[in-house]
């Protein structure tokens, strides 16, 4: 099994640009999770799904968006890139009780 | 929503000992720990789902105590291998967030 696939890995847009972020999980999990990363710092939760169709908010969504139409795929929307989303982004799959992440995405914004 | 954890940083020499703390200001219904490596995605260690359970994985255990809200990891006889960021995590107030504690960057030296 592949796990959870991340792409692009690396990614350099620039001010303005909008780009979407793929993740697809094989493990047939139906919560998902999306992740950002700051240099030495956590985690912070962006946005979440239960499951297809349904999507919410987490600690830090403004500028981004999410779709989840099938149960392996939750696609991150950066709409109007700013230099404060430069970071690493993670996805995770879970089905509760253990989070399975991808091998993240650098993204630089410049 | 996200907890706390303390120390923010230590450095250990091999085969010393290290307590990770996680607390938090809401009820916690269950606690992950994941260790992260520099350039990686965090890995799972453990979960406990209920109040006072303990367990153990290779010579790291945890504790949760549910009343006072805070969980701790312990780390016996440090190895090389246990450098890395250690996250604490919790699921929000709906059960279906879930929120990473601030970090605990652990080095350990020859």
């Known amino acids: 099994n592949a796990g959870v696939t991340q792409t692009p890995k690396f990614r350099i847009l620039k001010i303005g640009q909008s780009m979407t972020l793929q993740c697809t999980q094989d493990?047939?999990?139906?919560?998902m999770y999306w992740y950002r990363q700051d240099p030495g710092m956590g985690l912070k939760l962006i946005y979440y799904s239960v499951g297809a169709g349904i999507t919410d908010k987490g600690e830090v969504p403004n500028g981004y968006n999410v779709s989840r139409s099938t149960t392996e795929d939750f696609p991150l929307r950066l709409e109007l890139a700013a230099p404060s989303q430069t970071s690493v982004y993670f996805c995770?799959?879970?089905?509760?009780?253990?989070?399975?992440f991808g091998s993240g995405t650098q993204l630089s914004v410049l | 929503q996200q907890p706390v954890q303390s120390p923010q940083a230590v450095i250990l020499r091999e085969g010393e000992d290290a307590v990770i703390n996680c607390s938090s200001s809401k009820a916690l219904y269950s606690v992950h720990w994941y260790r992260q490596k520099h350039g990686e995605a965090p890995v799972f260690l453990m979960i406990l789902l209920k109040g006072g359970e303990q367990k153990g994985h290779d010579k790291i255990s945890a504790s949760f105590n549910e009343k006072k809200q805070q969980s701790s990891l312990y780390l016996t006889a440090s190895q090389l291998s246990y450098s890395g960021t250690y996250f604490c995590g919790t699921e929000g107030n709906t059960g279906n967030q879930f929120y990473f504690g601030t970090g605990t960057s652990l080095t350990v030296i020859p």
């Open positions: 995770a799959s879970s089905r509760r009780e253990k989070l399975f």
């Open positions: 493990m047939n999990h139906n919560y």
